[in-house]
T-cell receptor, first 116, second 110 residues
């Protein structure tokens, strides 16, 4: 069955420090992978996605993620964290039999706290 | 312009009531979804519609009935609300892979 694991429930970093949020997936075929961010009381915003091609993908707000098939991972990174990055981050895998049957399976999220 | 909009943003109601959440998207997508986020922030798909046709129904109780009058709208009607229905409900739309989400509707059943 498809699953997404985010091993870190809560991460705290200092402003200006680098960030890496981990995501591992289990899926039998080539995955479609996503990172979403949810600020307090807000909806989900798509940060970036991987479908195929270059395994290093760039997203909004200075985030990037690297797909590593051998490790079944899609870790999210940012070189220098800003206080406004404090939020909940969700990794997701898109899957289905095709066309409109695709759906997202989400990880349980990683809460990011940024210290001044 | 808001791409995916839901109303209301907050909904507080008593057990046993019937309520609806409305969703509209102006992205021109064929597929729309409802996702539920529980108190532990876990997100799970409930339904998907494509051009007004139900595609995915993830073993959701039949008290929940989605309705799609056209491909830009997907409403969620919930009958006989229970305490356990308290959650944040997200509408989303997409071209098939991935989705753009609305701001969510926080439903509290008391």
């Amino acid at each position: 069955a498809q699953s997404v694991t985010q091993p870190d429930i809560h991460i705290t970093v200092s402003e200006g420090a680098s960030l890496e949020l981990r995501c591992n997936y289990s899926y039998g075929a080539t995955p479609y992978l996503f990172w979403y961010v949810q600020s307090p009381g807000q909806g989900l915003q798509l940060l970036l996605k991987y479908f195929s091609g270059d395994t290093l993908v760039q997203g909004i707000k200075g985030f990037e993620a690297e797909f590593k098939r051998s490790q079944s991972s899609f870790n999210l990174r940012k070189p220098s964290v800003h206080w406004s990055d404090a939020a909940e981050y969700f990794c997701a895998v898109g899957w289905g039999s095709g066309g409109s049957n695709y759906k997202l399976t989400f990880g349980k999220g990683t809460l990011l706290t940024v210290n001044p | 312009d808001t791409a995916v909009s839901q109303t209301p943003k907050y909904l507080v109601t008593q057990m046993g009531n019937d309520k609806s959440i409305k969703c509209e998207q102006n992205l021109g997508h064929d597929t729309m979804y409802w996702y539920k986020q529980d108190s532990k922030k876990f997100l799970k798909i409930m339904f998907s519609y494509n051009n007004k046709e139900l595609i995915i129904n993830e073993t959701v109780p039949n008290r929940f009935s989605p309705k799609s009058p056209d491909k830009a709208h997907l409403n969620l009607h919930i009958n006989s609300l229970e305490l356990g229905d308290s959650a944040v409900y997200f509408c989303a739309s997409g071209t098939g892979i991935g989705a753009f989400f609305g701001q969510g509707t926080r439903l509290t059943v008391v």
